[in-house]
């Protein structure tokens, strides 16, 4: 009985015995074809968007293999027959972990040191995984890229003359590039202002509309920078004069009696300081909420139409008295101190209450809506990145996107936001920057700095 227990125990045993192997060398085989055989490639990402490359650019991307990991990668660059290895790389040391599963890979593309020629190029990268498959050789991602070497900057001439500019005031420069640049436009200090093209038939010549803020003086630069596909940049030099201009100081009493009207408007603003004194939320609005509707108010200049849309001198409320000027500088004064200073960005008229407001001329309604200090406001895009801002209005009779007339009614005065009494604050930008309306109430000056500067233009064009 005993033997035979033991016996059969023991043939147990061997099968046991058996299945394990048995199930070793298919787990073994499975693990192979699965894990040390797998056959998914790795994958190759470029970072470039598009296929320019200019004078020293680097291409750089990621390698992706989940599997197996990351063996070998290998980048060249091929014109008229010639290949130049950029990079070879093989072995990654891996980590406790294994190889990498991802890895970034950035090379410089220097066409002068690699002695490239302006033109097409041939970009191949070729990565390989540690898989058994192929003699060990890994499952192989290719990648190639057709490259335009662009090495040369873009020529850009400046067309137009006599740029006339003072603090606080707009310009504009014709200038046509030698090549199809994306970005383009008129450099003023650290501020850059779009140009744009479409206006004349020369697809190459650009009309831009700029301006000198307030605050920059007459040391300010400027220039026109043209950046082509490639990156490389163009600049072009112009003729201009900074003429000196000075802003008034203007004292401005904040009265008890006016804190208390003015505040409940702003309770439900974010941040609004409600368990703060009367002062000090005053100052939230006067400085903080100024901000935000500085940049509510300008927003629509980073996509202006591209048209221009209007004509002549701009109009400007009838019968009406101007009672602040643009970028006064205003100290404001409670109980005989000083509490505060602020910038005027507009020109404040005040005519009968609820009187009616002419679009000053015409275009598309690019802003309808409560901005804080500045009430109920409508902005009209006037093409190009001119604009014009009409605040505190008691009521709007426009909606957005809606095409306007000069002197169209847009709506009525008010006192709406952070206003005294019953007035329009009109205001202009161009892009991102106030600029002073009296400019464009000037029907002599817009003929000598706008239109005539587009008129010279289209002649040369002409005759080109
Ligand atoms: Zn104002």
């Given at each position: 009985?005993?033997?035979?227990?033991?016996?059969?125990?023991?043939k147990?045993?061997?099968?046991?015995?058996?299945?394990?192997?048995i199930?070793?060398?298919?787990?073994?085989?499975?693990w192979?074809?699965?894990?040390?055989?797998?056959?998914?490639?790795?994958?190759i990402?470029?970072d470039m968007?598009?296929s320019?490359?200019?004078?020293d650019?680097?291409?750089?991307?990621?390698?992706?293999?989940?599997?197996?990991?990351i063996?070998k990668?290998?980048?060249a660059?091929?014109?008229?027959?010639r290949?130049?290895?950029?990079?070879?790389?093989?072995?990654?040391?891996?980590?406790?972990?294994?190889?990498?599963?991802?890895?970034?890979?950035?090379?410089?593309?220097?066409?002068?040191?690699l002695?490239?020629?302006?033109?097409?190029?041939?970009?191949?990268?070729?990565?390989?995984?540690?898989?058994?498959r192929?003699?060990?050789?890994?499952n192989?991602?290719?990648?190639?890229?057709?490259?335009?070497?662009?090495?040369q900057?873009?020529?850009?001439?400046?067309?137009s003359?006599?740029?006339n500019?003072?603090?606080?005031?707009?310009?504009l420069?014709?200038?046509?590039?030698s090549?199809?640049?994306?970005?383009?436009?008129?450099?003023?200090?650290?501020?850059?202002?779009?140009?744009?093209?479409?206006?004349?038939?020369?697809?190459?010549?650009a009309?831009?509309?700029?301006?000198?803020?307030?605050d920059?003086?007459?040391?300010?630069k400027?220039?026109?920078?043209?950046?082509?596909?490639?990156?490389?940049?163009g600049?072009?030099g112009?003729?201009?004069?900074i003429?000196?201009?000075?802003?008034d100081?203007?004292?401005?009493?904040?009265?008890?009696r006016?804190?208390?009207?003015i505040?409940?408007?702003?309770?439900?603003?974010?941040?609004?300081?409600?368990?703060?004194?009367?002062?000090?939320?005053f100052?939230?609005?006067?400085?903080?909420?100024?901000k935000k509707n500085?940049r509510?108010?300008?927003a629509?200049?980073?996509s202006?139409d591209?048209?221009m849309?209007w004509?002549?001198?701009?109009?400007?409320?009838?019968?009406?008295?101007?009672?602040?000027?643009?970028?006064?500088h205003r100290?404001?004064v409670?109980?005989?101190?000083?509490?505060?200073?602020q910038?005027?960005?507009?020109?404040?008229l005040?005519s009968?209450?609820?009187?009616p407001?002419?679009?000053?001329?015409?275009?598309?309604?690019?802003?309808?809506?409560?901005?804080g200090?500045?009430?109920n406001?409508v902005?009209?895009?006037?093409?190009?990145?001119?604009?014009?801002?009409?605040?505190?209005?008691s009521?709007s009779?426009v909606s957005?996107?809606?095409?306007?007339e000069?002197n169209?009614?847009?709506?009525?005065?008010g006192a709406?936001?952070?206003?005294?009494?019953?007035?329009?604050?009109?205001?202009?930008?161009v892009?991102?920057?106030?600029?002073?309306?009296m400019?464009?109430?000037d029907?002599?000056?817009?003929?000598n700095?706008?239109?005539?500067?587009?008129?010279?233009?289209?002649?040369?064009?002409?005759n080109?």
């Amino acid at each position: 009985m005993g033997f035979k227990k033991r016996r059969e125990r023991g043939k147990g045993l061997k099968y046991s015995l058996a299945a394990v192997l048995i199930t070793m060398v298919a787990v073994s085989a499975v693990w192979l074809l699965m894990v040390k055989f797998e056959g998914r490639a790795p994958e190759i990402e470029l970072d470039m968007s598009d296929s320019f490359i200019g004078a020293d650019a680097a291409v750089s991307g990621t390698i992706t293999d989940e599997k197996s990991g990351i063996r070998k990668l290998w980048i060249a660059v091929i014109q008229n027959d010639r290949e130049t290895v950029l990079k070879e790389e093989s072995d990654f040391s891996g980590t406790q972990q294994g190889p990498p599963r991802q890895r970034r890979f950035e090379v410089d593309l220097n066409a002068g040191k690699l002695d490239l020629k302006d033109g097409k190029a041939l970009l191949r990268i070729a990565a390989w995984d540690h898989s058994w498959r192929g003699w060990f050789s890994g499952n192989q991602a290719y990648l190639e890229k057709e490259i335009t070497i662009d090495t040369q900057p873009p020529r850009v001439e400046v067309i137009s003359r006599q740029h006339n500019i003072r603090p606080g005031g707009s310009g504009l420069a014709v200038y046509r590039m030698s090549e199809n640049c994306p970005e383009h436009g008129v450099v003023v200090g650290d501020h850059f202002f779009p140009g744009h093209k479409g206006y004349f038939d020369d697809p190459e010549l650009a009309v831009c509309f700029f301006a000198l803020a307030h605050d920059q003086d007459r040391d300010t630069k400027l220039h026109v920078q043209a950046l082509d596909p490639a990156g490389n940049a163009g600049r072009g030099g112009f003729y201009y004069h900074i003429r000196n201009k000075s802003f008034d100081a203007e004292p401005l009493p904040v009265s008890d009696r006016f804190l208390s009207r003015i505040l409940p408007e702003f309770q439900s603003e974010d941040g609004f300081p409600a368990d703060a004194g009367a002062l000090e939320q005053f100052l939230f609005v006067n400085r903080e909420l100024r901000k935000k509707n500085n940049r509510t108010i300008l927003a629509p200049g980073r996509s202006p139409d591209e048209q221009m849309h209007w004509q002549g001198g701009f109009s400007r409320l009838p019968n009406a008295a101007r009672k602040a000027s643009f970028a006064d500088h205003r100290t404001y004064v409670y109980n005989g101190e000083k509490i505060d200073e602020q910038i005027h960005m507009g020109i404040d008229l005040a005519s009968v209450s609820q009187a009616p407001v002419p679009a000053a001329n015409a275009g598309k309604v690019a802003f309808v809506g409560r901005a804080g200090i500045y009430g109920n406001v409508v902005i009209i895009d006037h093409g190009f990145g001119l604009f014009s801002v009409y605040a505190h209005l008691s009521r709007s009779s426009v909606s957005e996107g809606q095409m306007v007339e000069k002197n169209d009614i847009i709506g009525g005065t008010g006192a709406t936001g952070l206003a005294g009494g019953d007035h329009l604050h009109y205001g202009m930008f161009v892009h991102d920057v106030f600029v002073d309306p009296m400019e464009w109430w000037d029907s002599q000056w817009i003929q000598n700095n706008i239109t005539g500067k587009l008129e010279h233009a289209r002649e040369l064009a002409k005759n080109n």
